[in-house]
């Protein structure tokens, strides 16, 4: 049946409304498609590119140079060495297993450090790196970087770690660096993403640690181009951190090996300041130990060696170890009754032995007592009964005053971790802490040194220098920062009476240089650089045994301190050596050697000895292990 013309038009209109209709869709996909890829090409060209080229183009940082530490002299005791290691990060291990078995073929790489390095990338970020190995040889770093093409991944570097030129000697003062830690990373606030870097090393000890702020400097980065086996193929941008700054201290690099040295074998510290500015000019402690082995990583069995040692090597005696001062303390007794007015030079106390309070009977070291004794007397015979007169004259408060006046108490501003501020007790001290009223019988053992009297060497250098010059000398350790020399502190006058200050130190003059003296036998034969002093000994039990017949542990620590020389001071020296038994046999020849390197500027002259003494001496200094100017070990001791 043939369709009308009607129809025909109809259809024909239809047609053309869906072609129509088509055209539209197809042309306004078409625009739809253009500006979407006119968007994609011009609009979001740079973010498109952006996100290409991280492909290929990696960012780094670049640790900084840690600082320098240098002795008072310019001679460096903390260095940074160039290391080799190899590092891979996990955005770039996706051939970890066979790159591992490469490098175990090559470096020999230890099944553990293998299971370490995929534990370590299992918990770093993407683009974190993990140490594979560190400290390579050049022959094993050559090798890795010889086989590029077959460790995808894998990039060589060259760093820097951390050096002890002089080992033992620096080892409690300038202290160590290590990798960080979690427990590190958990005490801080605000996290440097320099922390981030595996292995990177921050200070965990001595001044290492209390100055890391300023010796670890500023990050630098860096930007490379990789392909797609992660081997670096051009450095695109490198911007370079800021370096650690330089620190100088004010300790004598050859002054404290002779002071390490010489308190060899025992388990001791010494300190040699300089009066005049308060610089420590030695700071030793004994035993210690090589701080390059924690930088290298110590093992379990050399670190619980090291905890182990009933000699405790690891604290710093000269300012963490607290010790009854003992007799070295009389001094501060002594001031505190002259300043209160309650004796004089001249007044005189009959010593029979022993005094009797409330039943108890307090004694003299010499049991059949020293007779009618004055202040020099006093201080030349080291009589305890003289002082338990002074105790009950004075009273605790004004002693504890004079105590703090002359440094005791103190907690000084070092750059050192754990300072201990030993302890100057009074009545008030006792009561919140002890829960107890102050007696007769605290005052008479503080008066001695003992009870509850602690001082560190530190402390006891201090109380000397401020004897020796009435000034208020504080310790100081850093001499410049980056060249800018430090101000040097204190050094206001003290304000005590000179006249009764000149009969104490005559006291300590007549210890040492009367024939009746306790340390007469540490005497300097040359009057120009005569010493003065006082010996100590704290007892560590409340029987009365000889040392001789107890162990170790229980014998008696011996001290010394003193200035020099007498009529012009220049330095201060405090010994303590734990359990070493009596101050005049064995702290007070060691301080008389320390001084005399201190006054001499090298190993004492045998002429400064009396002759009797020389052949000793001569030996001695023969048998100690001194370094050389390179830091290896010599003997420069005299003949």
Known sequence: MRRSPADTAQSARKISRRALFLGGSQLAFMGILGLRMRYMQVDQADEFRLLAEENRVKFRLLPPAR??????????????????????????????????????????????????????????????????????????????????????????EVGLSRHYPLHEDFAHVVGYVGPVSDYDLSKMDNIDPLYRIPKFQIGKSGAESRLEDVLRGKAGSLRVEQNAYGRIIREL?????????????????????????????????AVIMDV????????????????????????????????????????????????????????????????????????TVRCLGHTEIGGRRFHCWKRAGHGNVNLVGSLRHSCDVYYYEMAQRAGIENIAEMGRKLGLGLRYDLPLPGINSGLMPDKQWKLENRGAEWVVGDSLNAAIGQGFVLATPMQLAVMTARLATNREILPRMIKSIDGVEQHILGGAPLGLNENMLRSVRQGMFEVINSNRGTAFSARIEDDTTKMAGKTGTAQVRSAVVNNNNVPWIERDHALF???????????????????????????????????????????????????????????????????????????????
């Open 67 to 156: 600082g320098l530490i240098y002795d008072r002299n310019g001679a460096v005791i903390a260095e940074n060495e160039q290391t080799f290691r190899i590092v891979i990060r996990k955005e770039d291990a996706s051939e970890l297993d066979q790159v591992l078995v490469e490098l175990e073929r090559l470096i020999g790489l230890p099944l553990e450090e293998q299971e370490r390095v995929r534990a370590e990338l299992k918990k770093a970020g993407p683009s974190a790196p993990v140490t594979i190995a560190d400290r390579l040889s050049w022959e094993a770093f050559s090798s890795v970087s010889a086989n590029g093409p077959a460790l995808p991944g894998v990039t060589p």
């Open 561 to 639: 301190v003193a200035f020099a020389p007498y009529n012009a001071p220049r330095y201060a020296v405090s010994v303590v050596v734990e359990h070493g038994g009596g101050g005049s046999s064995v702290a007070a020849p060691i301080a008389r050697d320390l001084m005399l390197y201190a006054l001499h500027g090298a190993v004492p002259p045998l002429a400064a000895y009396p002759s009797s003494q020389r052949n000793t001496i001569r030996e001695r200094f023969k048998a100690m292990p001194l370094r050389d100017l390179d830091g290896d070990e010599t003997t420069r001791g005299r003949a």
């Open 276 to 347: 005049e500015t308060g610089d420590i000019l030695a700071a030793g402690s004994t035993p210690a130990f090589d701080p390059n082995l924690f930088v290298r990583g110590i093992s379990s069995a050399a670190y619980n060696e090291l905890l182990e040692n009933d000699h405790r090597p690891l604290p710093s005696k000269s300012v963490q170890g607290a010790y009854p001062p003992g007799s070295t303390f009389k001094m501060v007794t002594a001031m505190a009754a002259l300043e209160a007015g309650v004796v004089t030079p001249e007044d």
């Open 237 to 269: 941008d490198r911007h370079e951190g800021e370096p650690g700054v330089n620190l100088q201290l004010t300790l004598d690099r050859n002054m404290q090996n002779f002071v390490q040295a010489r308190l060899a074998g025992e388990s001791a510290s």
